[in-house]
Structures are given as structure tokens and as C-alpha cells.
């Protein structure tokens, strides 16, 4: 799959930022407590992009 540079770097962007808010998960990736596979997948859940999309804007006062 062919995937653009944007794409490519926004999800970058969003498995740095859930790797710094769940910093136990970090270290257990590092540590080789958590596999590479495991990581893969949950990092996917966590960033895909239909979880950005479930934002609601509300109307300013």
C-alpha cells in the first residue's frame, strides 16, 4: 500500500505522542517486555486516523 508522505508523518507524529502519554508502555517496548507485533497493532488502534475524526465542535457563547 502506497501511503503519502503527510499520512506517513502524521501517524508518526501520533505513535510518538502515545508513547509519551503511556510512558509504562514505552518502556515495556524498549525492555522487550512488550513484542514489536503487539506494539504494532495497539499503536494502530490508537492512531488511526477514524479515531481524529470522532471529534465534535461545539458553537462558541
Known sequence: M?????DREQ????NTL????H???WRALKGGVA???TATD????WTT????????????P
Not at 502506497?2 to 503527510?6: A, F, K, T, Y
Not at 502515545?18 to 502519554?21: G, I, K, N
Not at 486516523?49 to 462558541?60: H, I, K, N, R, V
Open 18 to 21: 502515545a508513547l509519551a502519554q
Open 2 to 6: 502506497d501511503v503519502p508522505d503527510r
Open 49 to 60: 486516523p477514524s479515531m481524529q475524526f470522532g471529534a465534535t465542535l461545539l458553537p462558541t
Open 23 to 25: 510512558l509504562a508502555q
Open 42 to 45: 495497539e499503536i494502530l488502534r
Open 35 to 37: 513484542g514489536i507485533d
Open 11 to 14: 501517524l508518526a507524529s501520533w
